[in-house]
């Protein structure tokens, strides 16, 4: 498995560009779809689909693009669709969306991800597990250094982000994070 971060956007958030075999997934798309469909293209790489961990704006202002360009699914868990409505015209990108859960398992070449729900920095915050990979996808969930999500938004919820981020330590030590902003990190490097 390949993975690109790829800066987007006025909050410095990290799209990522994964890859297995000859398939392709794009992980928050912020806003830079030129910068996104530059290194797809000049990668000659296939998108398959479009995952958001969550849908504030800063993690899906190229999804129209990116969506409509490539002709791919856009997956995200149900909860969230109130924010990405007041980011993007929904009822354009609507034949293009799919809810997904913890029983929704994606494949990405020979890898699987699981989706695991994580809750509290948004109602519909998931994170993608790769055990195989040993890699998380999380979102806004967790940072480098200790930090965590937001919870202060009318929606969010400081003890249920609380419980999110247990599941995702209960992961193995050397599991690689790929946050929604900032460096990736192992598990076993953070700490509150």
Known sequence: MNIIS???GALNTNCYI???EDETLII?????????????????????????????FDHVLAVTDIIEKYKIPLFLNQKDTFLLKESVDFGHIEKFVEFIDEKTEISLGNVQFQVIETPG???GSISFICEDESVAFVGDLLFA?????RTDFEYGDEIVLNESIKKVL?????????????????????KV
């Open 170 to 190: 209960e992961l193995p030590p050397n599991t690689t994070i790929y946050p929604g902003h900032g460096p990736y990190f192992y598990i076993n490097e953070w």
């Open 6 to 8: 790829i800066n987007v």
């Open 18 to 20: 994964v890859t297995s």
């Open 121 to 123: 920095h948004t109602p």
């Open 28 to 56: 928050d798309p912020g806003d830079d779809n030129e910068k996104i469909t530059k290194v797809i293209e000049d990668k000659l790489l296939k998108p398959k689909l479009c995952l958001l961990t969550h849908a504030h």
């Open 145 to 149: 250094g200790g930090f965590v999500g």
